[in-house]
């Protein structure tokens, strides 16, 4: 039987940069979770037309967070859409048990939260071993110090700026603290994972999120609440780090 054999003293898949932008602007990441699901094509076309660089995909099981939206089958079934990367945001207890069918879904990304894992180390490299890239979330009330020994093996941190569940929350102004603290870590230990941020981003509040050091904005509200979404997805793309 072919054994896939994998380094896991480092990560199997570095090459993290593989979906960032040319240019240095920021990638805007529109959020499914806030389209109309009875069209979730148009939706995804909406993302296509913008100019927006990922689809954010917020899945929510009802017990991590008081949610429910969508599974695999959701994924699977827009994923001919598009050919943008598809960032999956698993708000669900022991994700472990559906990382392969999230992954046969069609997601470049998968993140799963740290309050949600038992054995964390474990489940980041599962999805490793399935050949994408891995990224850890992290609630409000959580602190950066309970993930900094495995910002190493990570392609990308989360940082939920809502309590995790619901769209159009207001931005908790303490998350731009973790941002620095983040980047500050990313510079000082010389490593290369992303830093995304989720909830309540909109044009006011984007250019101090991503001076504070973030490279991902997702925006489900101020994209798809918006008339003009390819002019949203420019002003967020010239939120560069002054
Ligand atoms: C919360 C969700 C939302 C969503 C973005 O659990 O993760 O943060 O992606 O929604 P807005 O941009 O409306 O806060
Ligand atoms: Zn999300």
Known sequence: MLMLFFDLTKRSYSDKTIHMKSNNSCIVAPSMLSADFSRAGQGICLINESNADWVHLDVMDGSFVP???FGPKFIKDIRKETSLPFDTHLMMSNPDILIKEFVD??????????????????????IHQHGIKAGISIVPSTEVSSIELMLEEIDLVLVMSVNPGFGGQSFI???????????????????????????????????????????????????????DKKGIVELLHSCERS
């Open 173 to 227: 102004d303490f998350s731009l603290k973790k941002i620095m603290q983040l980047d500050a870590i990313r510079k000082e230990r010389n490593l290369d994972f992303l830093i995304s941020v989720d909830g309540g981003v909109n044009a006011n509040n984007a250019q101090k999120i991503i001076d504070s050091g973030a490279d991902v904005l997702v925006v489900g509200t101020t994209f798809f609440h918006s008339d």
């Open 67 to 69: 949610n429910i939206s």
């Open 105 to 126: 879904a069609g997601s470049d990304y998968i993140t799963v939260h740290a309050e949600a894992c038992t054995h964390l180390h474990r489940t980041v490299n599962t």
